[in-house]
T-cell receptor, first 113, second 110 residues
């Protein structure tokens, strides 16, 4: 199993551009989520999904869209990038009812100029 | 939202014990976690404790939970240079969401 994969690893955008951060897992996990990590603030939940076709907002959803058309994939879309979205983005997955198996991807470092 | 707080920095001598503290506010937390993040990497789950437990030990790691005071700690025995990293405390609520602290940067000095 590859676990949780994220692409790209690094990305630079100009203000106003749009892009999609990709996340995939091959463990048949029901629960997937996106976090952003900023210095001194830990990880903040952007959006999450408890299964294919179901998504919900987390703590900081503004400026981001998600969809979950398959169990494996959970892409995060930036509609119109802003400098405030400069951050490191982590995708995570887990079997919904399991407490001890939370898997994080390696992260995507995004810079918005 | 839920608040999880932890001190930002800890410096410890190699071979000594490290203790990282965390406080949380959500009394409905079901599980509490400790994650480790090494430079340039994602988060690695170190250990977790169910909210009805007081203590959990796993090799060099000891987790203590004081549910009354909403205080969680992670003790690392015989700290090694490979333990230098950022450690995150997190709580999981009934709806499976995780709330993270800001992270404690642990520096191990020779």
């Amino acid at each position: 199993n590859a676990g949780v994969t994220q692409t790209p690893k690094f990305q630079v955008l100009k203000t106003g551009q749009s892009m999609t951060l990709q996340c995939a897992q091959d463990m048949n996990h029901e629960y997937m989520s996106w976090y952003r990590q900023d210095p001194g603030m830990g990880l903040r939940l952007i959006h999450y999904s408890v299964g294919a076709g179901i998504t919900d907002q987390g703590e900081v959803p503004n400026g981001y869209n998600v969809s979950r058309s398959t169990t494996e994939d959970f892409p995060l879309r930036l509609l119109s990038a802003a400098p405030s979205q400069t951050s490191v983005y982590f995708c995570a997955s887990s079997p919904r009812l399991a407490a001890d198996t939370q898997y994080f991807g390696p992260g995507t470092r995004l810079t918005v100029l | 939202g839920e608040d999880v707080e932890q001190s930002l920095f800890l410096s410890v001598r190699e071979g000594d014990s490290s203790v990282i503290n965390c406080t949380y506010t959500d009394s409905s937390s079901t599980y509490l976690y400790w994650y480790k993040q090494e430079p340039g990497a994602g988060l690695q789950l170190l250990t977790y404790i169910f909210s009805n437990m007081d203590m959990k030990q796993d090799q060099r790691l000891t987790v203590l939970l004081n549910k009354k005071d909403k205080h969680l700690s992670l003790r690392i025995a015989d700290t090694q240079t490979g333990d230098s990293a950022i450690y995150f405390c997190a709580e999981r609520s009934n709806d499976y969401k995780l709330s993270f602290g800001a992270g404690t940067t642990v520096t191990v000095r020779a």
